[in-house]
C-alpha cells in the first residue's frame, strides 16, 4: 500500500536559520507531488508541486524552495526564515486525479 | 481564477444533531469536488470525492451532494458525534497544462464544533 512520510513534526527555528523538510512517499513511482502551507485560521495554499524528478512549479512568490532530487522525495526548504514563514506545512500526493494522500504536517514556528 | 467558498466558517451543534456544510465553486475546467476533514495538527482525510456526474455520494454518516450546473456542493453529517469536531474542506480539481496534470484549490473550511 502507499503511504507518505513527512518530517519532523514540530519545529521552532530562529528567524534567520535555514530550513529543510522532507516528504517521501512508498509503494507508488511518479507521483505528482506537493508543499501546501496553512496559516493559522486560513485556508491551505498550494506553494510547490512536482510531476516529476527536478520538476518543480511555484504558486506564489516566497522564501522557500522545493526540491526533488528522486522520484518519490519531495524537500522543501529555506534559508534564511522570516518570522512570516511560520504556520502548518502539508505535504501530499496523488496517483493521478484521483485520491489525494496528504502527511501528517509539519507545524513550523519562528521565533 | 479558481476559487473555493465554503460556508459557513464555523459552526457549533449539539451531539446527535444534523448539519450541512456548503461549498460553491469557481473552478474550471472542473474534474472533481473532494471533501476532506482535518483534525487540529493533522493532515486532511478524504471523506468523499465526486466526479461531475455524481450528485450524491455517501460515506457512513457523512452525505455529500454536487450540483455541477451551479457549482455548489453540501456535505451533510448525520447524528453528529464528539470526534465530528474538525475542520472540513472542500477541495475542487480541475485539469492543468498537459495530460495527467491536475491542480488543486481549496476553501478555507468550516469549524465544526460538536458539543454535549
Known amino acids: 500500500s502507499q503511504t507518505i512520510h513527512q518530517w519532523p513534526a514540530t519545529l521552532v527555528q530562529p528567524v534567520g536559520s535555514p530550513l529543510s523538510l522532507e516528504c517521501t512517499v512508498e509503494?507508488?513511482?511518479?507521483?505528482?507531488l506537493y508543499w501546501y502551507r496553512q496559516a493559522a485560521g486560513r485556508g491551505l495554499q498550494l506553494l510547490f508541486y512536482s510531476v516529476g524528478i527536478g520538476q518543480i512549479s511555484s504558486e506564489v512568490p516566497q522564501n522557500l524552495s522545493a526540491s526533488r532530487p528522486q522520484d518519490r522525495q519531495f524537500i522543501l526548504s529555506s534559508k534564511k526564515l522570516l518570522l512570516s514563514d511560520s504556520g502548518f506545512y502539508l505535504c501530499a500526493w496523488t496517483p493521478m486525479n484521483t485520491e489525494a494522500f496528504f502527511g501528517q504536517g509539519t507545524r513550523l514556528t519562528v521565533v | 481564477k479558481n476559487q473555493v467558498e465554503q460556508s459557513p466558517q464555523s459552526l457549533i451543534i449539539l451531539e446527535g444533531k444534523n448539519c450541512t456544510l456548503q461549498?460553491?465553486?469557481?473552478?474550471?475546467?472542473?474534474?472533481?469536488l473532494r471533501w476532506y476533514k482535518q483534525d487540529t495538527g493533522r493532515g486532511p482525510v478524504s471523506l468523499t470525492i465526486?466526479?461531475?456526474?455524481?450528485n450524491t455520494k455517501s460515506n457512513g454518516r457523512y452525505t455529500a451532494t454536487l450540483d455541477a450546473d451551479t457549482k455548489q456542493s453540501s456535505l451533510h453529517i448525520t447524528a453528529s458525534q464528539l470526534s465530528d469536531s474538525a475542520s472540513y474542506i472542500c477541495?475542487?480539481?480541475?485539469?492543468?497544462?498537459?495530460?495527467?496534470?491536475?491542480?488543486?484549490?481549496f476553501g478555507k473550511g468550516t469549524k465544526l464544533s460538536v458539543i454535549p
Open positions: 465526486m466526479t461531475f456526474s455524481e
Open positions: 461549498c460553491n465553486y469557481t473552478v474550471s475546467p472542473f474534474s472533481n
Open positions: 509503494g507508488t513511482s511518479n507521483p505528482n
Open positions: 477541495v475542487v480539481s480541475a485539469r492543468f497544462g498537459g495530460a495527467g496534470s491536475y491542480q488543486l484549490t
